[in-house]
């Protein structure tokens, strides 16, 4: 009988482990978060739907629901969830070459892809496949986010200047927009840079300004993060007031009032097949971005995640997204940095939000019909600058050029191909050279330190050799891509070693052995057999001994296993083995920096 392990309640709603310790001091923090987040969700919200090509409601609308679902089944007490850059970069990539941007076709797939990336996520908790993130390497992911920032940068230019320019290439950004420099609307220009100089100042001196004129740290840091609304505000009004809309200003325009109204997405078959890969895309980025935030925030206060079920949590927020009319959505850094700066204890935090939100598109949208367009272009271009990060090619480049290559072909595949095909470039070269690494792994021929029981490179200390045992040291797990590699490498070294009559393969770092690589082990003690020479195991860990014991090997082989490489030598050279260590020890080690004295 399958017993089915227990679910408890707080594992189902964990919002049940944070209710029951709630206070009157948590809810007066988490509503104080509440006002600041939901001043920075508005303008970012509607920016971010205008990054997807949806309209700017829509931003507003997916940033409802998705924070009341992720209060009740999030782990995280400071995580902000909602519309981001790069999954909004993501979305607009996957759906602009399949539909009119803003259509009514076009705002029905958005909420499909919402709907199949939440299956995904709740998908892949059920399965416990949250380990599949791992795979987006940092290199990886630093080149695609760069690379997003870039792209996103140069397609919000054409909101800036008031004219039409499109593509979905660096390339085709840069040609449309320098082709259409001549039709440039002054007073737009005028209020996007404007816009951007007042936020990029307001970001690195509003703080400090507002702290000189006499507010305190909390208030100017408070104040200085509601500057987007003030810049909205004001750029509104001016609209308004000087009628710049005539002067051919593109302005958001009519915005629905009230709250959307609760429906499913249409299901069609043949556009699910289209957006599934690009839903799968956007759910590991966007789980693997909010992850990331999450921890490290968890970890500042000492308390915990869960990734699996963090899954699950936004798997629900992107369904509660889906059915009210919202965009793929996850968790932003930027929002979640101004929650736990300004004191959020628990998601209600969130759930706050939401209802901030649901204010203002109940009773404040017609406010929005004025607003210039430059002014959200300037706030998603302030946002996403910060994530640019140029100088990580050079870094990662001269830690290992493997992964500065993956890096750099992420980038440019993003930059010159696009959002999907550069991503999945940068991971398919990521896996590749990792396979090209493993294939031919570290193999040491090591000797005893004189006056000690350890066993050292020769190529790296003075160490003593047993002239009748040869001991190799393997450093990488033994698995199909080096199986090969680890035969002949043994052959190479036996017959450059013709004196020996017994092999020792010291395994401190394998952690793994595969069925290719215990054939090649199989035929290693087969081909040393009928040499004469008998094969040893040393430092075999526990896991991969049981492994063992489910073959043929251990009884086929022609040595023994011995827990310990002095255990081996002692008994196969024991002469030499005690010799050694009572000579003395003198500089064993030969003059090599010390950072490369580790093995």
Known sequence: MIRLPKITASQLLPCLSWAREYNRDMALKDGLAAVIVTLMLIPQSLAYAMLAGLPPVIGLYASILPLIAYALFGTSRALAVGPVAVVSLMTGAILMPLFPAGSAEYVQAAMLMAMLSGLILIGMSLLRLGFLVNFLSHPVVSGFVTASGILITLGQLRHILGIKA?????FELLASTLEGLGATNLPTLLIGLGSIAFLYLARKQGKSFLEAIGLSTGAAANLSRAAPVLAL????ALVAWLNLAEAGVPVVGQVPTGLPSLQLPTFDLALIYQLLPGAVLISLVGFMESVSVAQT????????????QELSALGSANIASAISGGMPVTGGFSRSVVSFEAGAQTPLAGALSALGIGVTVMFFTPLF?????????ATIIVAVLTLVDLRAIGRTWKYSRQDGLALIATLVGVLVVGVETGIILGLALSLLLFLWRTSKPHMAVVGQLPGSQHFRNEERFHVVQSPHVLTVRVDESLYFPNARYLEDRIAALVESHPGIDALVLM????NLID?????????INERLGTAGITLHLSEVKGPVMDQLHKSHLL????GNVYLSQYEAMAALDPETTQRTLATKAEACAKKQPMEEQQS
């Open 166 to 170: 499109g593509g979905d290439t660096a």
């Open 233 to 236: 505000v004001v750029t509104a």
């Open 297 to 308: 925030f968890a970890a500042r206060r000492r308390q915990r995640i869960h990734p699996n």
């Open 369 to 377: 019909e004025s607003l210039p367009r430059a002014v959200l272009a």
């Open 507 to 510: 395994c401190p770092g394998v």
């Open 515 to 523: 069925a290719s690589a215990l054939e090649s082990l199989e035929a």
């Open 555 to 558: 009884q086929q082989l022609t």
